[in-house]
């Protein structure tokens, strides 16, 4: 394998096998991979063949968009669903997370209003602040007492605003102080978005999400999740009151001009949905390889299955990168722009598929890679 260019990005064409990668006739165990509780999993993409979708009942493409003839019952089924796990009034599936985020935000603010964010909220996140027709302020990471005196000074000056976070962050694996944010929500008379694209299926007893694990989900006004992660499927959604699907649907561009996702995703998102609650060995799965990740490297606990580890400069972590794939071990370096400068890692991204054992072995491989560095 050649040397890995430290200042582009590339693309490899790699086959997925379930907790392994095959990439130029090599097997990686993999651990870049957002398939946390390890659904992508052969004998239950078997039962949803056999008792769900017969391969005569579906087809592989829905060449519409949803305001055309694209809407098909699928979707209905699945967003009842959804609405019924999280407890709320609707849900509005849209092609793919980023396209919620990078849309909702748009469709939903006016001139008059102001969105707040986290500094480290998603890409996604970023883009529908930047197309929002609105004022907008981004408060020092998980930092509340920044937050309220953004708050404290901006409050009484706009109509609405928009306090918009992630539950789980992507690149830290840290939580959001949710129960003070949840209090500074009713304080100032704010609305609160929550995305949950880390969180959905993983935490919760029944997979909903941090929300939900913590009794918040009642004073979350929006929540937005992804089916491509631990669902293992495709597609976004919207969680939210029917007042604000309606505003979306009428309004929001990724949704009005996409081409609407086929009836096999669907179906196979509301065959995972159903059986959510079902899945809490694998939570506690992830949960024990993240705790034994952590003690084995000496560092602290993650507050989840994502594990940062920073090495500091783009050369550094392409290096570590290339030393882990020769060994048989995909993770990817996560480089400067996508985090700050001082801030390239690698980012470890565990799940339910991975075996304690191979946790060890894993473990005592960065042990010996970065006793080599000092």
Known sequence: MNEIDASTRQLYSVSSRQ???????????????????????????????????PFDSFVLSNPSSRLMTGNSVCYDNLEKKLASLFKKESALVVSCGFMANSSLLPALVDKGDLIIADKLVHASVVDGVRLANCDFERFKHNDTAALRR????????????????????????????????????????????????????????????????????????????????????????????????????????????????PDVSLLWSAFLVERLGEFGLQRRHLEQLSKRLCDNLMIERSQSHIIPIILGSNEAVCKAQLDLRKLGYWVTAIRHPTVAKGGERLRISLSAGVTIEEIDDFSSILLSLFKKKE
């Open 19 to 53: 907790r392994y990668l095959l990439f130029e006739n090599k097997q990686y165990l993999n651990f870049s991979s957002n398939d946390y509780l390890a659904l992508s999993d052969i004998n239950l993409q078997r039962e949803f063949i056999e008792k769900v979708a």
């Open 150 to 261: 953004i708050l404290e000074r901006k409050r009484g000056d706009y109509n609405r605003v928009y306090l918009v976070v992630e539950s789980i962050y992507s690149m830290d694996g840290d939580l959001a102080p949710l129960e003070e944010l949840v209090r500074l929500k009713k304080e100032f008379d704010l609305q609160l978005y929550v995305d949950e694209a880390h969180a959905f299926g993983v935490r919760g007893d029944d997979g909903a999400g941090l929300c939900s694990e913590l009794g918040l989900t009642d004073d979350i006004d929006i929540i937005v999740v992804t089916l491509g992660k631990a669902l293992a499927s495709q597609g976004g959604v919207v969680i939210s009151s029917l007042e604000v699907r309606s505003r979306l649907v009428n309004s929001m561009r990724g949704l009005i001009f996409s081409t609407a996702l």
